[in-house]
């Protein structure tokens, strides 16, 4: 996982907090590349009108152990939290957990851009058929009331590295998922990258929100962030 953070882009897209994935070695959400100054809406991220895009996200705190990483990053009233729980085996389950939280309820808008092939919505969850061998379910444990919708889009950057090595002007085609909430204040999904030949994560909120209780084939994990 890759958050743009800090001070060192302020030239760029408004993209501050934002990020692209891989998993199993596979991209798994990516960024389209620079063609202008992007909105935030063409991004990994949270936007709100209570979190505007006029600072940058700041990390907070950072730490690592050999079966969890937790990062913390604040945009004025967006506190972004990720945990990437990690298993010995890098085909195991390694997956990661947001929590998107507001000071106050607002109004917001959560969006994941995937490199795949299609997104299957299934009440809560998000089944991602990957353009490769790795498939990503997206389960959404908080708000309830989210509005979910799904949106495919194409951006062609001015300059990129084509698949064959080329180099020019490059497109990229990505679906994205979304939820909207009105008035809320949190979400807190699972990011669950997959071999396509595994069986789709199980995910239970438990502790008022405040975790998630996640099924694989290999066992249960019990995850807390909020």
């Known amino acids: 996982l890759h958050m743009i953070a800090g001070s060192n882009h ?130 959404f444990a908080l708000p309830a009331a989210a509005e979910l919708t799904t949106e495919t889009i194409s951006r062609t950057s001015a300059s990129g590295i084509s698949a064959t090595g080329q180099q020019g002007p490059t497109t990229t085609t990505q679906s994205g998922i979304i939820a909207t909430i009105r008035n809320g204040d949190r979400f807190l999904v699972v990011v669950y990258p997959r071999l396509n030949q595994q069986r789709q994560v199980v995910v239970t909120s438990i502790a008022d929100g405040k975790g998630v209780k996640i099924e694989t084939e290999v066992g249960i994990d019990y995850v807390f962030l909020s």
């Open 10 to 139: 302020d030239h760029y897209d408004k993209d501050s907090g934002s990020v692209t994935l891989w998993g199993k070695g596979r991209i798994v959400a990516d960024d389209f590349g620079y063609y202008g100054y992007v909105p935030g809406e063409d991004h990994s991220m949270l936007l709100s009108p209570a979190a505007p895009d006029i600072e940058r996200m700041k990390v907070t705190e950072f730490s690592t152990t050999p079966r969890l990483d937790y990062v913390r990053g604040q945009k004025l009233a967006w506190t972004r939290q990720i945990a990437f729980a990690k298993d010995p085996d890098p085909l195991g389950p390694n997956y990661f957990v947001f929590c998107d939280s507001l000071d106050q309820p607002a109004d917001a808008t959560w969006r994941m851009w995937l490199t795949c092939e299609t997104i299957a919505m299934d009440g809560r969850a998000a089944h991602v058929t990957g353009k490769e061998d790795v498939d990503t379910d997206v389960v």
